[in-house]
Structure formats: structure tokens, C-alpha cells
């Protein structure tokens, strides 16, 4: 295959990332179903207690595990793009990428908690303890979102000085960034934010983008000296 057809492979992590946790997690999984986080010990037990691993609910877990996969094939894409328009030695398209990876561990890390609280269900639980094991799961969830605003923060300060990808990329993510700081202190009063959402949207939306502009040469890469930004046009 070509280096063109590979790089839209690995741009297209995007967007299966973010269809693939979705079916898993909304579609074939419990999904917003499940308690949250204003949740009493007692309903979360209640919740343990009546819905045991189903061979559905594996598959469900195990299609989200692939899309949270798919996500490190995106920031390899995108932090090939910034490294270009930014420069060798730019901090911030590594920082991009580096945020991105933590927040895959992050995620794959909160797997295990929700995992066992399920497997035991049905040898029967301490609601205490359950309610320990999802919360576990779902305070890793709310801490990604500030590792994501680290993400969109680095991506919009090289696009909007480099022109890297379109302006208007560079903008959502300078807006969302401070939102999803934000978010995090009021997740357990608040819940799931519309801006999280629009995340998501945002990945989906530069994984469209990165994949169109596969192959082609960025803005001013052959004319400009090597670690020298690109001129925002």
C-alpha cells in the first residue's frame, strides 16, 4: 500500500475512535443506563447486583478497548502535522501528543475497576465496595477531560500560529480547552457537559480534515528553513 493510503489509515483513527467507543459503551453497553456519579451506594449495589456480564456486554467492552486504540493512531497523525508546521524542536505538538497518550492510559486504566465491579456481581458484593470500584471508573473519565483540554490547548497554539490545519480547528479547540477545565469541577454536580460532546465532534471534524490533506505538502514545508514555523496566512 502507499504511504498516502497508510497516512489516511492512521488520520481515520479519529473517527473510529470516537464511533467505536460509542457502540460500545452507548449502543451494545450500559451506556448512560448505568448509575453515575450522584448515585447512592445503595442503587449502585442495586445496579451491580441485577446486571451481570453478558456475552453482549463483553463484546461492548472489547469494541470500546479498540476504539480507545484507534485514538493513538489519530495523535500519531496529528502530531505529525504539527511537528511539520511547528518545527523540530516545538514543545507544543509534543505536548499534543504526549497529553493524548496519557489520556489513552488514563481511559484503559479505568477499564479494570468497572471490569471486576461487573465479573463479581453475582457472587454478590458490598454496595460500599461496588460503589468504590464505578467510581473509580467514572473519576477517571472526568480527569481525561483535563488531560483532553492540555490536548486541544497545545494543538490550537500551533494551528492558529502555524496554519497548520484550518483556522477554525485551531479556535474550537482554544474555546474548548478552558470548558473541559472547567468541567471537571463540576462533574459530580453537573454530570456529562454538552462540551465534552463537542470534543468528540471536534476529534471526528480534524480526523475529516487530516485525512483530505493526506499526502499533500503543508503550508510553506519545502520553502521554509527547518524549524521554523510556518507564517499564518
Do not use: C
Amino acid at each position: 500500500m502507499s504511504d498516502r493510503l497508510w497516512t489516511r489509515i492512521a488520520a481515520s483513527g479519529g473517527i473510529f475512535y470516537v464511533v467505536l467507543t460509542l457502540l460500545g459503551n452507548n449502543v451494545l453497553g450500559s451506556g448512560g443506563d448505568g448509575p453515575d456519579m450522584t448515585a447512592t451506594r445503595s442503587q449502585i449495589g442495586a445496579y451491580v447486583g441485577t446486571h451481570p456480564p453478558t456475552a453482549l456486554s463483553w463484546a461492548a467492552l472489547y469494541i470500546e478497548l479498540l476504539g480507545i486504540l484507534a485514538f493513538v493512531f489519530f495523535l500519531g497523525s496529528l502530531w505529525s502535522v504539527l511537528r511539520r508546521a511547528e518545527g523540530e524542536h516545538g514543545p507544543f505538538s509534543a505536548m499534543a501528543f504526549g497529553a493524548g497518550l496519557v489520556s489513552v492510559g488514563v481511559k484503559i486504566a479505568s477499564l479494570p475497576a468497572a471490569i471486576a465491579a461487573l465479573y463479581r456481581a453475582h457472587e454478590g458484593m458490598d454496595p460500599q465496595l461496588a460503589a468504590a470500584l464505578l467510581d473509580m471508573n467514572g473519576v477517571s473519565f472526568v480527569l481525561t477531560w483535563a488531560i483532553d483540554a492540555v490536548l486541544l490547548a497545545a494543538t490550537a497554539v500551533v494551528v492558529l500560529r502555524t496554519g497548520a490545519l484550518p483556522s477554525w480547528l485551531g479556535w474550537i479547540a482554544a474555546v474548548l480547552s478552558p470548558a473541559l477545565l472547567v468541567g471537571v469541577a463540576f462533574a459530580t454536580s453537573l454530570g456529562f457537559l454538552p462540551y465534552v460532546l463537542y470534543t468528540t465532534l471536534w476529534i471526528v471534524a480534524t480526523s475529516i480534515v487530516l485525512i483530505r490533506r493526506a499526502g499533500e505538502p503543508q503550508l510553506g514545508e519545502t520553502a521554509r528553513p527547518a524549524g521554523e514555523p510556518v507564517p499564518v496566512r
